[in-house]
């Protein structure tokens, strides 16, 4: 029971976390160390004078400089705590490009090489230090660095763009909201808004998992649907769930086959998160698994293992906290943490789709919160701006200037606003989009946004 109680919130904790692995800066990137104030908003005894090193980094090679007043965009950071080069994010260039712009970089605090004490254990077992991880002190900080980089380039008169994609793409939304004399314009990639802040359950993250793989391959759609009940044939006999920990060479021993089959759910969506940009991919794994070669387990192993780690267990690439799949690892801690305090996503899969039922349970996954940081989720900020799925009449009349865009190939565009909200808060959908495609370097499906062209 206990054991049922903890692992079933824990699906799709890995979500937004983007695995694409790069952490090399290839172009002209500088980096700067910045003194960051650890509490933005209290004044109590020991936290109150703590600071952390937050890593900016930065691109003038395309700038037209200061006296022109040409633009600076900023990327801000999210929870993969990648350092993202210009190669990546090719509507960073195209932009600096096209608007003589200074690119910036900015990490998210906790992530990255932006950690407090230097040493994320010490950051996340110090529950005053883990309490200044918030959402609004992350935009804080993004905000101190700024004002504090127009400082010093004397940029008064350049105009800062900010942008970000999943979680970031939220921040970037709530930061033009937030502060709109800093930022006059925002672009939210794949950002699930509508999940903050609303506890309603929302199937359709499973659907669409389940559509891309219907679409790519019906016989693979239909193989993974049945393969659960394998799982559990396996699972029921003597032994079975050491057999299964066995035969998908977990880090620790299973506890049930519950743990296996989402791990695989977290894997297939994975996967249909960068269908578009990575159909290569789905194509991958449908060929295995359908082929005749392996054992069907051999086969999940080795199809969805493959591009993504290397050797004995798993590396934890793929986030999801305390996994079995992957080695002990306190990297997750910080995400875990925020989806436990403020980002809450009521993501289940309730409707028969091709990856097992599970719904979301609010109070399974609160109970489980409690027990790891001994917090209750408080969606307190998403709430304040966003107000969940009434975000149209939040947010018209005072915002304006966001490009929320959305590919709908990517189960997180469930939760994201797919129509305009006003007519300076647009929506871009695109139907063969995935996760942030709008972002990459290359064949960059849509031309540049237009309130880029405004300015
Ligand atoms: C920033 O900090 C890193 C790590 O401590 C150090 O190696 C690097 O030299 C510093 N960079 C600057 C510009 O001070
Ligand atoms: C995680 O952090 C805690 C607290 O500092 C520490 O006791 C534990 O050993 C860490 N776990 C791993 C796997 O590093
Ligand atoms: C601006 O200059 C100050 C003083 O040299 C420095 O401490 C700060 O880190 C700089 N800010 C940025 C964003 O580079
Ligand atoms: C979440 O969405 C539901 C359905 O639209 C709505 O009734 C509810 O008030 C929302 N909850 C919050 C906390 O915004």
Known sequence: MAHEFTSVPKLFLFLI???????????DYITINYTQRLDHFGYYGDTYDLTFVQKVFLDDSHWAGAESGAPIIVLFGGEAGHTYGPEVNGVMVDSGVAFKALLVHIQHRFYGNSIPLDSIDLAMADHRIRGCLTTQQALQD??????SLKANFSAFASPVIVMGCGYSGALAAWFRLTYPH?????LASSAPMLYYGNYT???????????????????????IRKSWEKIDEVAAQPNGVEHLSHAFNTCRPLQSSTEVKQWLGQQYSFAAKYAESQSTQLNRICSILLSEEYHPFEGMLHALQGPIYNAHCFEPLLIEVESPFEPPTNWTTAWAWQRCT???????????TML????????????????????SPRPRLPITFLRGRIIGETIQGFGGNIII??????????????????????AIKTTQGSFCS?????DNLYPDPKWLKQL
């Open 182 to 186: 800093i930022a006059i314009g925002a």
């Open 438 to 442: 709008d972002m990459d370097a290359k």
């Open 356 to 375: 097992p039922s599970q719904p979301f349970d609010r109070n399974s996954f609160d109970k489980w919160c409690q027990k790891r940081f001994g917090v």
């Open 342 to 352: 403020e980002l809450v996503f009521p993501i289940g899969c309730g409707k028969p």
């Open 405 to 426: 865009s959305n590919g709908l190939r990517d189960p997180f565009s469930s939760g994201g606003i797919l129509e305009d909200v006003s007519k300076t808060i647009i």
């Open 17 to 27: 976390i983007s695995t694409l692995q790069i952490s090399s800066i290839k172009g």
């Open 201 to 223: 359950q929302t199937d359709g993250f499973c659907d669409i998992v389940s559509k891309d793989f219907e679409d790519f391959n019906p016989k693979c759609h239909e193989w």
């Open 142 to 147: 993004y905000a101190e660095i700024i004002m």
